[in-house]
């Protein structure tokens, strides 16, 4: 492979052109294209805006000239340099949309500008291309801004990989010439390139720009690594499993870039009239001109004539503030939500939110984190009453210390919080998928210790087993887990709860007081468990022991009766989140299957942002509302003034323009948090 230095960027000649591929894929801006050297890419930013402001300066000086009678000739020439920079541009797209017979707001400010030199208003006509320019520019800075989450995606994906091929000698390779089952090395400080599992090395990785976990994770052999991560100290060895095309990191910039493409039902409603509009209004522009002069009385020319009253007119009845107003809205909407961790799969998403009157959750993973933790220990039988609580707890310390499951970090942390020293052991045992065994001091000789499930333990016991399982049962009925420790023949249950994320009752008693909701639990777990959960987080519908296929039934049911949010994580979830008017899946722990067929993905698992993700919904359709009104306001309080020749072509001007800023200005509003 061959890498040549064209700047800053390196371009790979491999067996096809993939930087360059990429790069126009992607959309990316011309300053940063290969083509331009680093001494004169500056040359390129912003050149749209700097060529309207070179424009407006001109028109400025032509204007100024123009009142000097040995200046005119110049101020003539300055106004031609105005046409050049401004309107030679808009010139060349109407040509080429004209081309591909399509007729838009372009085409009518470009037939307007020139057509007011032939009345001689060529200074108005300047105007209109100045201003047409500038916000222009300002609606790509806008657009620009709105699309920022895309743009830090993509700073995330690195373009080139470390490869160790078979002699264990380093390539460097771009990503999309890496296979599945490729070595790659990735050394402290860089980020992770494609999807893999670690097969050599120990590391911290930094996952917050995925799933917002401040807290970096220690990643070790076995474990699978995301693309995207920053890898934080020591060098990891990783086998690829997915190719850059399937990365988790192309799957989320896949996910925002289809949200920002995605349209309403009222943005494709106005787009498919725009055409029709703008012939309308070249139409009646055309009559305007022709039969005024012969209804009302006036010149055909001249600054009261029917031709530059029907210009007028074209101008301000030129839909752009229309035509912007509403996507404009949805994709801050969606871009603000994106930088939160919540991708939405269009604007579409935030109408169908806003729309919702109940709201379903599952349980495990989504009402609560998951997470155990240990609610207390029970002495089963009367001969473990000689051991006390703190001995049996450094032995369960003990033991679990050298495990990884939940259990056993629970255990780990109940010890830690009440100070218990674990005992020191020997001869430890890890049985997969049933328990731990060891051996400890007492009394000056060794005994025996098991720590695991019911049915591990079952198996060791001599008596007492009849007491066991009732005691289990009970807690079980509670809705809690049971790890049970034997000592010598002495029984110890350790009970534990799942965890309810924080502030979740606080979030749905918003979602029911605010935007009174109905609020429902749908979840595969036992009633009891159910029940508790429930009425710890104040949902009083509660409906347990389901099987997907009831799941979806209930969703069915609900969303007809009023739109539904369906909120869940599992595989068992992804029908009833397909199937209900809003899917949200939780992306930290949610199935691949849920993600897939959810509407709105929380990245970070941050459910408790529900309040104000439903807020933003209806906020978004109140700014679209706002903009529509002062759209059509400017195109009526412009327009027919200027066609009965109260607003001259200079201000309509002004009013057309300034409503397309105003209501872009105004969309921008979505995006403060």
């Not at 035509?323 to 935030?350: D, F, M, Q």
Request: proline share 3%; net charge neutral.
């Amino acid at each position: 492979m061959v890498t040549t230095n064209m700047g800053d960027f390196p371009v790979y000649h491999a067996s096809k052109p993939v930087f360059f591929e990429e790069f126009f894929d992607l959309g990316k801006a011309e300053t940063v294209s290969p083509f331009i050297t680093a001494d004169t890419r500056h040359w390129g930013a912003n050149l749209t805006l700097k060529g309207s402001i070179l424009a407006a300066f001109l028109l400025a000086l032509s204007f100024g000239f123009s009142f000097n009678a040995s200046l005119v000739p110049f101020s003539k020439f300055l106004l031609v340099c105005v046409y050049f920079f401004a309107g030679v541009p808009a010139l060349i797209e109407s040509v080429e949309d004209l081309l591909s017979l399509e007729i838009n707001i372009d085409i009518l400010m470009t037939l307007a500008a020139f057509s007011s030199v032939l009345i001689g208003s060529g200074m108005e006509g300047g105007l209109l291309l100045v201003l047409f320019a500038l916000s222009g520019a300002m609606e790509d800075a806008v657009t620009t801004k709105a699309k920022s989450a895309i743009s830090s995606l993509h700073k995330l994906s690195p373009t080139k990989a470390t490869v160790i091929d078979a002699s264990g000698k380093l390539v460097e390779r771009s990503v999309k010439d890496i296979s599945i089952g490729t070595l790659i090395l990735i050394k402290a400080s860089q980020i992770v390139p494609l999807d893999g599992e670690v097969v050599e090395g120990t590391s911290s990785l930094n996952l917050v720009h995925l799933t917002g976990e401040s807290v970096p994770i220690t990643k070790k052999p076995g474990d699978k690594v995301p693309a995207g991560a920053r890898n934080l100290d020591g060098a990891l060895t990783v086998r690829i499993t997915h190719t850059s095309s399937d990365s988790t990191l192309a799957k989320i910039i896949e996910l925002v870039t289809q949200a920002q493409e995605s349209r309403p039902a009222l943005q494709r409603r106005f787009d498919s009239l725009s055409q029709t509009y703008a012939l309308t209004i070249i139409g009646l522009a055309t009559l305007f001109a022709l039969t005024l002069p012969w209804v009302v009385g006036i010149p055909f020319l001249g600054v009261q004539g029917g031709l530059y009253r029907a210009l007028a007119f074209l101008i301000a009845a030129s839909p752009c503030a229309l035509i912007i107003a509403i996507p404009i809205a949805y994709l801050s909407g969606v871009s603000v939500c994106a930088k939160r961790g919540i991708l939405l799969k269009g604007g579409v998403t935030l109408d169908a939110l806003a729309g919702c009157k109940a709201a379903a959750f599952d349980k495990t993973g989504t009402l609560t984190t998951g997470n155990l933790t240990c609610t207390g220990i029970t002495v089963v039988g009367v001969g473990a009453s000689y051991f006390s609580n703190e001995t049996v707890l450094s032995i369960a310390y003990a033991l679990e210390r050298n495990a990884m499951h939940p259990i056993a970090r629970s255990i780990i942390s109940y010890a830690e919080e009440k100070n218990i020293k674990p005992v020191q052991l020997r001869e430890f045992k890890s049985i997969p998928g049933y328990g731990l065994a060891a051996e400890f001091e007492l009394n000056n000789e060794w005994t025996s210790v098991f720590l695991g499930n019911p049915e591990f333990i079952l198996g060791k016991m001599d008596k007492e087993a009849q007491t066991l399982n009732q005691e289990i049962e009970k807690y079980k009925k509670e809705g809690e887990l049971v790890a049970v420790l034997l000592i010598n023949q002495s029984l110890f249950l350790f009970h534990f709860q799942d965890t309810l994320r924080s502030n979740i009752k606080k979030t749905l008693m918003t979602l029911k007081n605010k935007w009174k909701m109905r609020l429902v639990m749908l979840t595969g777990d036992n009633k009891e468990t159910a029940r508790r959960v429930a009425e710890e987080v104040g949902i009083t519908e509660c409906y347990a022991d389901l099987k997907p296929e009831d799941k979806l039934n209930y969703v069915s049911k609900i969303s007809q009766e009023s739109g539904l949010i369906m909120i869940g994580d599992g595989i068992n979830d992804a029908p009833a989140l397909a199937r209900a008017t809003v899917g949200i899946c939780m992306g930290k722990v949610g199935s691949t299957a849920a993600i897939d067929a959810a509407d709105v993905i929380l990245l970070h698992d941050n459910i408790e942002r529900m309040d104000w993700l439903v807020e933003k919904a209806h906020q978004t359709q109140r700014i679209v509302r706002q903009n529509l009104i002062l759209a059509t306001a400017a195109i009526i309080f412009a327009s027919l003034p200027a066609l009965g020749g109260f607003v001259p072509l200079w201000l309509a001007v002004i009013m057309h323009e300034g409503g397309t800023v105003l209501v872009g200005l105004n969309a921008l509003r979505l995006l403060s948090r």
